[in-house]
């Protein structure tokens, strides 16, 4: 049998640029504050941990209506900012923000290339199926992977970090396939998981978090591409797009 490769892909802060979407927010509704960028990749990763937080809540019913604004909140005292009426409309911006994201062109190249090379793809991304999916939608991921490949958690009825998550991922797969590449942002989420259930993570490690794990590490989407092609196809650099 012929051994194959499959490289699988997070969605959030890997293939979207959900931190754009932050900053543009914050910069939007706080002008006046001058926030410095380390102080707003700060404020993001605060941001981001409290939102994986209310999911997991969600998946076990602890989480009520009232409390779907509860990471604008944390936002706001950090800013040291009192309007709990502007909680909305900072969730309602930030979401207008990040559907307007489109797949980057170092992304659409990798994954073009990927296909060319038969290499098989697939998404693996935690969050509700609506809301994920539309972001699926709004990337054209449909171009480049199968939609019975564009994996949910809420669809599995599983979710990351669990490292069943990706072993009920693997066990779907063609039988051919021996090997799995994982691209994500997340260390606790993605990084550590993947490699327990004996997958090949690749980090995506945009704001110089700390991990134990001696795994391949990119800062940009730029050098995580290069760290794809390296490792699954033997070549680099010369594949990518020049900006």
């Known amino acids: 049998m012929l051994e194959?490769?499959?490289?699988?892909?997070?969605v959030d802060d890997t293939l979207l640029d959900n931190y754009?979407?932050?900053?543009?927010t914050i910069e939007t509704y706080f002008s006046e504050l001058q926030i410095t960028e380390s102080s707003l990749k700060k404020l993001y990763r605060d941001f981001r941990s409290n939102s994986e937080k209310i999911y997991h809540?969600?998946?076990t019913n602890q989480v009520t209506s009232s409390q779907q604004y509860e990471r604008w909140s944390f936002v706001l005292n950090a800013l040291n900012q009192k309007?709990?009426?502007i909680l909305a409309e900072l969730d309602e911006a930030y979401h207008r923000c990040q559907s307007q994201q489109r797949l980057s062109a170092e992304m659409k190249e990798l994954l073009d290339l990927l296909g060319k090379?038969?290499?098989f793809c697939g998404i693996l991304t935690n969050g509700f199926k609506q809301q994920q999916q539309r972001k699926l939608d709004q990337l054209g991921l449909n171009r480049y992977i199968e939609p019975r490949w564009q994996l949910i958690s809420e669809d599995l009825g599983d979710a990351k970090p669990n490292v069943s998550c990706f072993q009920k991922v693997a066990a779907q797969l063609p039988k051919e396939i021996t090997q799995i590449y994982y691209l994500g942002d997340s260390y606790q989420n993605?990084?550590?998981?993947?490699?327990?259930?004996?997958?090949?993570?690749i980090w995506l490690n945009r704001f110089a978090d700390s991990g134990d794990l001696a795994v391949p590490q990119a800062k940009t989407s730029k050098d995580a591409v290069?760290?794809?092609?390296?490792?699954v196809l033997g070549t680099g650099e010369s594949f990518l797009v020049k900006n």
């Open 4 to 10: 194959k490769t499959a490289v699988f892909f997070d």
């Open 226 to 231: 290069t760290l794809v092609l390296s490792q």
């Open 190 to 201: 993605d990084i550590i998981p993947a490699h327990l259930a004996g997958w090949h993570p």
């Open 57 to 59: 809540q969600y998946q």
């Open 20 to 24: 754009h979407a932050f900053k543009w």
């Open 117 to 119: 090379n038969e290499i």
């Open 83 to 85: 309007d709990p009426l």
